[in-house]
C-alpha cells in the first residue's frame, strides 16, 4: 500500500492540539510539518477512504486550517491503518 501526506496550515495552540488528538484517536499519524508555514501533516493510504475522513475530522476541529499542496514523497509503510477500511 502506498501512502502520501496531506498538510494543512495551521498556528500552534490549542485548536491545532485538539486536532491532532482527533486525529490520532482516529488511528492516522500527526507530525509538525518542516515548511516556513506553522503546519501539520498527516499520513494518509491512497486508494481508500483516509482522504475523506481526515477532512472531515479538520472541519470540526479546526475549520479554518488551510489545505496546502503536499510536499513529501510518497511512502510505502506496511500495516498502517491495519484493520481499517
Request: aromatic share 4%; glycine share 8%; net charge positive.
Given at each position: ?17 485538539a ?6 484517536a ?42 496546502m499542496?503536499?510536499g ?6 506496511e ?7
Amino acid at each position: 500500500m502506498t501512502q502520501s501526506f496531506m498538510t494543512f496550515g495551521i498556528m500552534p495552540g490549542p485548536r491545532r492540539s485538539a486536532l491532532t488528538a482527533a486525529l490520532t484517536a482516529a488511528g492516522f499519524r500527526v507530525t509538525d510539518s518542516q515548511r516556513m508555514v506553522p503546519s501539520i501533516q498527516v499520513r494518509v493510504r491512497e486508494g481508500t477512504a483516509d482522504e475523506a475522513e481526515v477532512k472531515k475530522i479538520v472541519a470540526v476541529h479546526a475549520p479554518d486550517a488551510e489545505p496546502m499542496p503536499p510536499g513529501s514523497p510518497v511512502q510505502h509503510i506496511e500495516n498502517y491503518r491495519a484493520g481499517r477500511p
